[in-house]
C-alpha cells in the first residue's frame, strides 16, 4: 500500500516540512561515517567521502589504506575509488559538472574530469605553497582557500585557473572564525566575496579591500548565504541563531538554540529555512523563530540543494524540503481547492460512483486552473503511484476542457519518466524536476556516461530527441582503456558498433587510444574518421607524419596540407623534409611554391634535392643577374654553368649562361683597359662600342668568342663608319 503524501508532513509556523527516505544505504557493512568526511556534488550528484585524518581509524586490512577518497551514489554504491598520493587533504568539492576537487595542504589542486581517475592539476601559488591551505568554501566555478597566514585566495574557473589574492585584514583582525563566500554571480561587483567573522564582528572582503560591517553579537562561529544571495545566517559562540540580509542592513529574526555546543554544520534549506546539524541531531529553524528537530543514532552529514536537504547516515539517504503549496492544497485533509476536487473525482470514477461527474460540474468554472495544479504538483511528487494519480486527474480535467493546450502535460510526462528512471537505486541520481530544470537534458545525459550507464543514456537520449554521438564516443573511449583484447578486435568492435551512425567522429576514441599506449590501434580507428581535419592533426601529435601528409593531400584542403607541410619544414632537417614529399608530387608541387614565396636558398635545395639542375642553375642566374657586384655575378653564374654541366642530360641552356660568365669578364677587362662603361652591354653592343675607340682586334675577338656572323659584324661595323657616296 503507497502512504498518503502527508504521511511525514511537519509543521513549521505556517508552512509543512517533510523528510522521506530516497534510498536503503548499500555501504552499511562497509563505511563508518565517523571516519569520513562527505561532501556531494550539486543537483543530486555523487558523494565523495574522503577520512578524517583528524580522527582514529578503524583498521579493516592491508586495503583500508587505500580507502581515502571514494565516490559514492545517493544509493550507497560505490562509483570509483580515487588513487590519492598527494598527502593531506584541505579542501573537498565539486564544480556544477560534477567535476571533484581536491585541495592539498601544500596548495596543490587537482580536479577530477570523470570517474575514470583522469584530472588536471595546478597549484594556488607560492603563498600557498609557504603557509598551507586550512580549509575551502566551494560555489559552482570556483572556491576560495584560506591559509595559515590568514590570506585568502580565490580561483574562479577550474579550466583557466588563475589564483587571485584577496584584500589583506587589517591588523585588528587578532581572531578569525567561521567564514562563507557569496558567489560572483551574486555580488555587485561580479567578483567572488568572503564573509568572515572576525573578533566579534563581520568583515566582507573581496579582492580589493575590507569593509567591517560593525556587528557586535559576535563572534560567528558559522556563517553560510543562502542559495539565492539574498539572505546570510550567523551562529554565534553561545548557540544564537541571527537570519540578515547579505548587506547586512537589516536582520530578519532570531533564534536561541539553547546549547553551548557547536554544530557540525549550519547550512540553508533552499532559501527558506536554516539547517544546524550537531553530531546526531539536525534542526530546521524557520523564519519567526519556530524549529523542527530530527534525531539519528548515528553520524549525520547534510548535502545542500537549491530546493531542499540531502541528509545522508550510516544507514539512509534522506531529503528534507518544504511541501509546496500547490501539493499542500491538494492533499491537506479537508482540502476544497479545485485540484483537491478533480483528483477525487478520479477515485470517484474508478469506483463508478456517479459522484465523479458532480465533482467535475462543480469545479467546471475553474478547471483549466485545477488541471495546471494537478500536472505542477505531480512535479514534486517522489513517488511515481501519485504522480501517476495527479497526471490521470489533470487527464480528466483537460478532457472536459474545449481548448487546452496539452503541451505542458506532455512535457512533464516525459520529465518525469527521465527523473524517475535515474533516480532508481542502480543509477542514484536524487534530482527533483526544479534542479532537472536547471541542469538541463544534456549535461543529465553527461553524468550518466559518466557513470558508464550507457544503455540509459542512449534511451533517455533517444526520448528526449537529444544526438547519442556523445555517448558512442565515450563508450569507446571506456572500451580501450578497459579492454585487453587485441587491437583489431578492439577495433572492428568499435566500428561494428559505431558503423550506423553517420558522419561520427573517430578522432577523440584514436586519441584516447594513443594515450593510453596502442598507438597502432589509434592509426586503424583514424582510418574511419571521415574528416581529414580531426585525422591529421592527430596523427601528426602521434609521430605518423608520412600518413599524415598522405591524408592531407588526399582531403583536397590546401590549408591543411599547408598546415601540415610547414610543421613538417619546422621539425625535419630540409633533406629529410624534401625526401619526404619527394614522391607525391602534389605535396611536391605545392613546397616548390613555398620555396618560392620563402626565397632562393630554400628553392635551389628543393631543385638540387629533386635532381632538377635546369632549375636549380636558372634560380643562381636569376639570383646573379640581380648582384651588384660585377665579381660577385661571375662567380654566380660560373656556378650555375657548372651545374648545368654536371647534370646527367645536356641542357641547350647551360652554354648560355656560360657565354653570359665570360662576357662579364670581358667587359670587365675592357672596362679597366679603357675606363668606359661596358658592363651589361649586349654582345652587339660590346662590339660596336670597341670600334668606336678604333679597337677593331678586341671587336674581332668578341666576335670570334661569341660566334657572331659576319654579316652582322659587317653591319656593326658600317653603323660606326658610314661610307661616303662619290658625286
Known amino acids: 500500500m503507497v502512504p498518503n503524501p502527508t504521511t511525514g508532513w511537519e509543521r513549521l509556523q505556517d508552512v509543512f516540512y517533510r523528510k522521506r527516505t530516497e534510498y536503503t544505504m548499500l555501504w552499511t557493512d562497509e563505511v563508518d561515517l565517523n571516519e569520513f568526511i562527505v561532501a556531494g556534488a550539486p543537483y543530486g550528484g555523487a558523494l565523495v567521502l574522503v577520512r578524517d585524518t583528524g580522527r582514529p581509524m578503524s583498521y579493516k586490512g592491508p586495503d583500508s589504506r587505500q580507502k581515502m577518497v571514494l565516490i559514492y551514489s545517493n544509493a550507497g554504491e560505490l562509483i570509483y575509488n580515487v588513487p590519492w598520493d598527494k598527502g593531506t587533504i584541505r579542501g573537498i568539492g565539486w564544480s556544477d559538472d560534477e567535476h571533484l576537487i581536491l585541495v592539498t595542504e601544500d596548495g596543490t589542486v587537482r580536479v577530477y574530469h570523470d570517474f575514470n581517475g583522469g584530472f588536471s592539476q595546478f597549484s594556488l601559488g607560492k603563498d600557498a605553497e609557504d603557509h598551507g591551505v586550512i580549509e575551502c568554501r566551494f560555489y559552482g566555478t570556483g572556491f576560495v582557500a584560506r591559509l595559515s597566514n590568514g590570506r585568502f585566495v580565490s580561483i574562479s574557473r577550474y579550466d583557466e585557473a588563475r589564483p587571485r589574492m584577496l584584500a589583506e585584514l587589517p591588523k585588528s583582525a587578532t581572531e578569525l572564525h567561521g567564514w562563507a563566500i557569496v558567489p560572483p554571480s551574486y555580488t555587485l561587483s561580479r567578483h567572488v566575496e568572503v564573509f568572515l567573522g572576525v573578533n566579534n564582528t563581520v568583515n566582507v572582503l573581496d579582492s580589493m579591500d575590507v569593509q567591517d560591517k560593525y556587528l557586535e553579537e559576535g563572534p560567528f562561529s558559522h556563517i553560510a548565504v543562502s542559495p539565492n544571495g539574498a539572505l546570510t545566517v550567523l551562529y554565534t559562540a553561545y548557540g544564537k541563531v541571527y537570519v540578515v540580509s547579505s548587506d547586512f542592513q537589516k536582520k530578519y529574526s532570531e533564534y536561541d538554540t539553547g546549547t553551548l555546543d557547536s554544530p557540525a554544520q549550519v547550512l540553508w534549506c533552499a532559501n527558506d529555512c536554516v539547517a544546524v546539524a550537531w553530531e546526531s541531531e539536525v534542526r530546521l529553524i524557520g523564519p519567526a523563530g519556530g524549529a523542527l528537530s530530527f534525531y539519528y543514532d548515528s553520524r549525520i552529514w547534510l548535502v545542500p540543494e537549491s530546493d531542499g536537504l540531502r541528509i545522508i547516515s550510516e544507514d539512509r539517504c534522506e531529503f528534507l524540503s518544504k511541501v509546496q503549496d500547490v501539493v499542500a492544497q491538494i492533499f491537506r485533509i479537508g482540502s476544497t481547492s479545485p485540484a483537491a476536487i478533480l483528483l477525487d473525482a478520479v477515485e470517484q470514477l474508478e469506483v463508478k460512483s456517479p459522484k465523479a461527474d458532480d465533482n467535475v460540474q462543480l469545479i467546471r468554472s475553474s478547471m483549466s486552473e485545477a488541471v495546471d495544479a494537478c500536472v505542477k504538483a505531480a512535479s514534486y511528487e517522489p513517488e511515481p503511484y501519485w504522480q501517476k494519480r495527479l497526471l490521470k486527474a489533470a487527464l480528466l480535467g483537460k478532457s472536459v476542457l474545449e481548448l487546452y493546450s496539452s503541451d505542458e502535460y506532455v512535457e512533464m510526462c516525459e520529465i518525469l519518466r527521465v527523473l524517475n528512471a535515474v533516480r532508481f537505486y542502480d543509477i542514484g541520481l536524487l534530482l527533483t524536476y526544479e534542479e532537472f530544470i536547471r541542469l538541463t537534458p544534456e549535461r543529465l545525459i553527461d553524468r550518466l556516461v559518466s557513470r558508464h550507464k550507457y544503455v540509459l543514456a542512449l534511451r533517455l537520449s533517444e526520448y528526449l530527441q537529444l544526438p547519442t554521438d556523445k555517448i558512442y564516443i565515450r563508450w569507446s573511449c571506456a572500451k580501450v582503456r578497459s579492454s585487453t583484447e587485441d587491437d583489431k578486435t578492439i577495433c572492428d568492435a568499435i566500428v561494428h558498433k559505431l558503423k550506423s551512425i553517420p558522419a561520427i567522429s573517430y578522432e577523440e576514441i584514436a586519441r584516447t587510444a594513443y594515450d593510453e599506449g596502442r598507438s597502432r590501434l589509434a592509426t586503424q580507428l583514424l582510418n574511419y574518421e571521415p574528416r581529414a581535419g580531426r585525422q591529421v592533426p592527430l596523427l601528426l601529435s602521434m609521430e605518423e607524419d608520412e600518413i599524415a601528409l598522405i591524408k592531407s593531400v588526399e582531403s583536397g584542403d590546401p590549408d591543411l596540407l599547408y598546415y601540415v607541410l610547414l610543421h613538417l619544414k619546422g621539425k625535419y632537417s630540409l633533406a629529410q623534409f624534401f625526401r619526404l614529399v619527394n614522391d607525391k608530387p602534389v605535396a611536391s608541387a605545392v613546397v616548390e ?98 670600334l668606336k675607340i678604333n679597337q677593331s682586334s678586341k671587336a674581332s675577338k668578341v666576335k670570334g668568342e661569341f660566334k657572331v656572323p659576319d654579316k652582322m659584324f659587317i653591319f656593326l661595323k658600317e653603323g660606326v663608319y658610314p661610307t661616303v657616296k662619290k658625286g
Do not use: C, W
Open 593 to 690: 611554391q613555398l620555396a618560392r614565396n620563402e626565397g632562393p636558398e630554400l628553392l635551389k635545395d628543393f631543385y638540387y634535392q629533386d635532381d632538377r639542375r635546369a632549375d636549380s642553375a636558372l634560380v643562381i642566374y636569376r639570383e646573379a643577374l640581380l648582384l651588384d657586384s660585377i665579381s660577385d655575378r661571375i662567380e654566380k653564374l660560373k656556378l650555375g654553368a657548372k651545374i648545368y654541366q654536371d647534370a646527367k642530360d645536356p641542357y641547350p641552356d647551360a652554354k648560355a649562361i656560360e657565354d653570359h660568365a665570360k662576357l662579364y669578364e670581358m667587359q670587365q677587362s675592357f672596362e679597366k683597359d679603357y675606363k668606359q662603361a661596358f658592363v651589361g652591354l649586349t654582345v652587339a653592343e660590346t662590339i660596336k662600342k670597341l
